[in-house]
């Protein structure tokens, strides 16, 4: 899968699930869950144990899966996701070693920002998609809103706080995709083995896209 197709991949599904387990076991669960329901696209955060074995075991399994490697915050561990097999790499914070380091190296990278001049400095860089994080907890669709006014050409992710009754507010407000958490992947459907649970509300989350577009 080359960059421009995990690219349009993104844009295509609009939605990013993200897995943030306290073992690896629960993060597969949850991974090949969303995937039935709908969302073949994760992002596995650093936090999760034995987390780029993980990364490979999904690339490999499950070759139409988007797997992605989020919360990566030096430049070692993005090379050991990308030698995992990772399709992007994503972090909270802006740091410009990483998003280099990925550019030449052919993979797809979301830095994260908060301020104008994090996103002048994600865009010069040449960062893919930029995520607004902790978007939800600083001014929310208002904020992504103003943003978009100043640089329209750039296409953020927002993330931090998303959840069902606001994943379409932001999208219908500029944003290319939206990073969801545990609104998506419930602690308590994991704990129970509840896959179905996972599934439907990766189900109602696709259909949240495909309203909002069919009504555009």
């Known amino acids: 899968m080359t960059k421009e197709e995990v690219?349009?991949?993104?844009?295509?599904l609009a939605i990013i699930p993200a897995v943030r387990t306290s073992n690896d076991e629960d993060a597969l669960f949850a991974?090949?869950?969303?995937?039935?329901?709908?969302?073949?696209?994760?992002?596995?955060?650093m936090t999760v144990p034995k987390?780029?074995?993980?990364?490979?075991?999904?690339?490999?399994?499950?070759?139409?899966?988007?797997?992605?490697?989020?919360?990566v915050l030096d430049l070692e561990t993005a090379r050991a996701c990308l030698t995992a097999g990772a399709k992007f790499i994503t972090s909270p914070g802006l740091d410009l070693e990483i998003v280099e380091f990925a550019m030449q190296a052919g993979v797809t990278v979301i830095p994260g920002v908060l301020t104008p001049s994090e996103i002048i400095a994600a865009v010069k860089a040449q960062s893919?998609?930029?995520?607004?994080?902790?978007?939800?907890?600083?001014?929310?669709?208002?904020?992504?809103?103003?943003?978009?006014?100043?640089?329209?050409?750039?296409s953020f992710i927002a993330a931090g706080g998303v959840n069902q009754q606001t994943a379409g507010e932001f999208l219908a407000a500029g944003a290319t995709a939206v990073g969801i958490g545990a609104d998506l992947i419930p602690p308590r459907a994991i704990a129970t083995r509840e896959a179905h649970w996972i599934e439907e509300l990766a189900r109602r989350y696709v259909h949240t896209v495909k309203h909002l577009r069919e009504g555009n």
């Not at 991974?31 to 955060?45: D, F, N, Q, W």
């Open 128 to 154: 893919d998609f930029v995520k607004i994080f902790p978007c939800s907890l600083v001014g929310g669709v208002d904020y992504l809103h103003a943003l978009k006014a100043p640089f329209p050409q750039v």
């Open 51 to 71: 987390a780029t074995q993980l990364i490979a075991h999904l690339v490999k399994k499950y070759p139409h899966m988007v797997v992605g490697a989020g919360t």
């Open 31 to 45: 991974a090949e869950a969303v995937s039935r329901g709908g969302l073949p696209i994760v992002e596995l955060t």
């Open 7 to 12: 690219c349009a991949r993104i844009r295509e």
